[in-house]
């Protein structure tokens, strides 16, 4: 399965854009990009994913590499409920159609007011 | 309104005995997961299901049991055979036809302490 890379951790300002960084050297061509974030003792939500082009949502953007190994997922105005785990996750069907999601340990954002 | 709820939120459990997690959606997905979360970790897949009275093993299902008798509901059954079942369990689901975006939707979770 391909793997995706992140910091451990990052720290930012209220108010102020956040830019998180996933590196997936590996990517194959069928393989999604997907961000979910996690707030502490919740399930994981969605966030954002593409595939090629750049996508933006009502959440965040992200920025996606030309050769597709590496995405950045932006958030424009960070605020401290945007502290939380954010994982990078590559997303690709098997032959029956499901997916089998690989969530590593993500990247803890804290926002500071 | 649509979501998935997972029962109950806190459970403790004697060694030794086998203890069932409940998970329902009214999403009507036809997907449905169950993911296992340790401190400071990630999720790591335990089983899933793509339709009713299928299910696949995930990465971790060695001491776990699942069902899926109807499309809402997916248990799961942590056994005394799970060496170290205390951890945060997370169940969720995703569509796979129509208007598939690929998103899983995940409910609140259930937090599992062997005593």
């Known amino acids: 399965d391909a793997k995706t890379t992140q910091p451990n951790s990052m720290e930012s300002n209220e108010e102020e854009p956040v830019h998180l960084p996933c590196n997936h050297s590996?990517?194959?061509?069928?393989?999604?990009i997907h961000w979910y974030r996690q707030l502490p003792s919740q399930g994981p939500e969605y966030v954002i994913h593409?595939?090629?082009s750049n996508v933006n949502n009502r959440m965040a953007s992200l920025a996606i590499a030309e050769d597709r190994k590496s995405s950045t997922l932006i958030l424009h105005r960070a605020t401290l409920r945007d502290a939380a785990v954010y994982y990078c996750?590559?997303?690709?069907?098997?032959?029956?159609?499901?997916?089998?999601?690989?969530f590593g340990q993500g990247t803890r954002l804290t926002i500071n007011p | 309104d649509g979501g998935i709820t997972q029962s109950p939120k806190y459970l403790f459990r004697k060694e030794g005995q086998n203890v069932t997690l409940s998970c329902e959606q009214n999403?009507?997905?036809?997907?449905m997961y169950w993911y296992r979360q340790d401190p400071g970790q990630g999720l790591r897949l335990i089983y899933y299901?793509?339709?009713?009275?299928?299910?696949q093993k995930g990465d971790i299902a060695e001491g776990y049991s699942v069902s899926r008798e109807k499309k809402e509901s997916f248990p799961l059954t942590v056994t005394s055979a799970q060496k170290n079942p205390t951890a945060f369990y997370l169940c969720?689901?995703?569509?796979?036809?129509?208007?598939?975006?690929?998103?899983?939707?995940f409910g609140e979770g259930s937090r599992l302490t062997v005593l």
């Open positions: 969720a689901s995703s569509k796979l036809a129509g208007g598939y975006t690929g998103e899983l939707f």
């Open positions: 590996t990517i194959s061509g069928t393989d999604y």
């Open positions: 593409g595939l090629t």
């Open positions: 996750i590559l997303r690709h069907l098997s032959i029956q159609g499901a997916q089998k999601l690989v």
């Open positions: 999403l009507n997905h036809d997907a």
């Open positions: 299901s793509q339709i009713v009275n299928d299910f």
